[in-house]
């Protein structure tokens, strides 16, 4: 279940980032459950009249087929699906009424941050707070209220400890683009699929935001109107001349606690070795021993996406495309241990092999790694059968002479 939900949020963090402008709009949560299972309800009904259908009505019925999904979906939407997440944020603003009402304002972080990230960001401080700072900012002309949710410090610390301490390649680079966003762009969602795959992150902005309001709580801090979007900037134009180095330490606070919090997380998380990651490191090692261009590793990652080269045993078999037989300078083989496993779909690699050949010289190879697999002794894990041995052993004189 945890891989699952690892999976979707990096998923979710490649459609979010590039289209993040689209998607800031109250409502995306219910659209993010609904446009999945249209697409799935359709692939289904294809499938089920696949070898089915009268000659000539094909296009009839495909177009109809989806009309009618489509209707029956946004029904349920409309009738199951909506007043779920209203009731999701009825709780939730009932949460807060009561922590509110107990003088207990740092612990509303424990609702705005995990509603934050599923989307219901703007609910919460347009539909919540907003309306509670505006009556208090009528008689006291500043509400705290204001700076609950719109505060960049929490999930700047995310941001940071994604740019510093991430070991995937690809969201390691997304992030110092996403800290700009995020902080002088105001927009939030932009660190919300990086909680998303890996949940237990979300921690640090719940305390890091916890400590931030417990100190501007303790500093009768406040802004004078919504800050929207939520930068720096909106912050800081909203905060009366006194109160703006209170402020900023408020933000620091957060930033540095939520930084001090999700950096172990990230740091724990990276320990597990990646697809990408894994055919990273063998794509390098062969570009490093002199037997490809460094172009040869994008090819093996496009090589991946379009079909995997797991080979089944414990054992991936990583090779660029047939584009790119140009970069290969000699025909090589490398290989790397991963005794935890790497996740190729569905199963798990120990031995994770790159080739690179000029011509078919490389085919003697990975005849030599299939005879292997089809070695009846290989799924006894006591047995001295090659294949096993090459997953474990660190005798690389017995590895060379096995591979020549």
């Not at 993040?20 to 999945?36: D, K, Q, S, T, V």
């Not at 096993?388 to 590895?399: E, R």
Request: hydrophobic share 50%; glycine share 10%; aromatic share 8%.
């Amino acid at each position: 279940m945890k891989n699952k939900v690892q999976k979707f949020g990096k998923f979710l963090s490649e459609m979010v980032m590039p289209n993040i402008g689209a998607l800031i709009a109250f409502g995306f949560l219910a659209a993010m459950i609904m446009g999945p299972l249209a697409g799935f309800c359709i692939k289904k009904f294809d499938q089920l009249m696949d070898g089915h259908m009268p000659v000539g009505f094909e296009m009839l019925i495909n177009n109809f087929s989806a009309g009618i999904i489509g209707m029956l979906l946004a029904i349920l939407g409309y009738v199951v699906v909506g007043p779920v997440m209203s009731g999701i944020l009825t709780v939730l603003a009932a949460g807060v009424n009561i922590l509110v009402s107990h003088s207990l304002l740092p612990l509303v972080t424990i609702f705005i941050e995990p509603a934050k990230v599923l989307f219901l960001n703007n609910a919460i401080n347009h539909g919540i707070f907003t309306p509670l700072a505006t009556a208090q900012a009528a008689e006291a002309g500043k509400s705290i209220m204001y700076m609950l949710e719109p505060n960049p410090g929490p999930g700047l610390g995310v941001l940071l400890a994604y740019m510093f301490f991430c070991k995937d390649k690809k969201t390691k680079q997304s992030a110092p683009g996403a800290v700009i966003i995020h902080v002088l762009g105001g927009i939030h969602e932009i660190y919300f699929p990086y909680i998303l795959m890996n949940p237990l992150v979300i921690i640090a902005p719940i305390v890091g935001n916890m400590a931030a309001v417990f100190w501007f709580n303790l500093t009768d801090c406040g802004l004078v109107g919504p800050a929207s979007p939520g930068s720096i900037i909106a912050y800081l134009m909203m905060t009366p001349g006194p109160d703006i180095w209170k402020v900023l330490v408020g933000v620091a606070i957060a930033t540095g606690i939520s930084f001090g919090i999700a950096s172990p997380i990230v740091k724990i998380a990276g320990g597990k070795n990646s697809l990408e990651e894994a055919i990273q490191a063998v794509g390098e090692l062969l570009h490093q021993l002199g037997y490809v261009d460094e172009t040869y590793v994008d090819a093996m990652q496009e090589r991946e996406k379009l079909i995997t080269t797991y080979m089944g045993m414990g054992v991936a078999i990583p090779h660029g495309t047939s584009q790119a037989k140009g970069t290969v300078k000699k025909t090589g083989i490398v290989f790397l241990q991963y005794p935890q496993g790497v996740d190729f779909g569905d199963e798990k690699a120990q031995l994770v092999f790159g080739i690179a050949g000029i011509g078919e010289e490389h085919l003697n190879l990975l005849a030599k790694i299939c005879e292997a697999l089809e070695d009846e002794q290989v799924e006894k894990a006591d047995c001295e059968c090659p294949l096993y041995k090459m997953k474990t052993t660190d005798d690389i004189d017995w590895i060379m002479e096995w591979l020549s």
